[in-house]
C-alpha cells in the first residue's frame, strides 16, 4: 500500500466517525520526518499524530524490534527538534511511536504544526 493509499484510507475513517479507545484525537498528517535510534537516522513521513504519539511511514528501511520489546527513538520534526518516544508496533513500513514527553506540550506542537500546514 503506497503512503497516499494509507493517508486517504486514515481520512476516509475519520470522516466515517470510525472510534477507538485511544486516549487522544489523532490528526491526519503528511510530513517528513526522521527516527533515530542506535547511532542511525532514518528518514519517514507522519502519517498522523496525536499528543500520546505518532505513526510513521519509513522510507526505505524497517524497523526490527528486538523481543518484541520497545525500542526508544528520537522522532525529528522539521522546525521543532527531537522528541524522545519508544517503538510499540511495527508493521512493514509502518511504525506506531509513543511519546515520552507531556501530553500538553505535544499537543501545542500539534498546533504549531497545523497552523504552519494552513500557511
Given at each position: 500500500m503506497d503512503l497516499k493509499a494509507i493517508w486517504e484510507m486514515s481520512v476516509k475513517m475519520q470522516a466515517q466517525g470510525v472510534t477507538?479507545?485511544?486516549r487522544f484525537e489523532?490528526?491526519?498528517l503528511m510530513l517528513e520526518a526522521k527516527v533515530s535510534f542506535d547511532d542511525e537516522s532514518l528518514a519517514c513521513v507522519i502519517i498522523?499524530?496525536?499528543?500520546?504519539?505518532?505513526?510513521v511511514r519509513m522510507k526505505e528501511?524497517?524497523?526490527?524490534?528486538d523481543d518484541d520489546s520497545p525500542k526508544s527513538v528520537i522522532l525529528y520534526f522539521p522546525q521543532f527538534g527531537g522528541f524522545k518516544g519508544e517503538v510499540v508496533w511495527t508493521n512493514n513500513l509502518l511504525v506506531g511511536?509513543?511519546?515520552h514527553e507531556n501530553h500538553e506540550m505535544m499537543e501545542d506542537l500539534i498546533l504549531k504544526i497545523a497552523a504552519q500546514d494552513a500557511s
Open positions: 477507538d479507545k485511544r489523532r490528526h491526519s498522523d499524530i496525536s499528543a500520546g504519539g505518532v505513526r528501511t524497517k524497523i526490527l524490534l511511536i509513543k511519546f
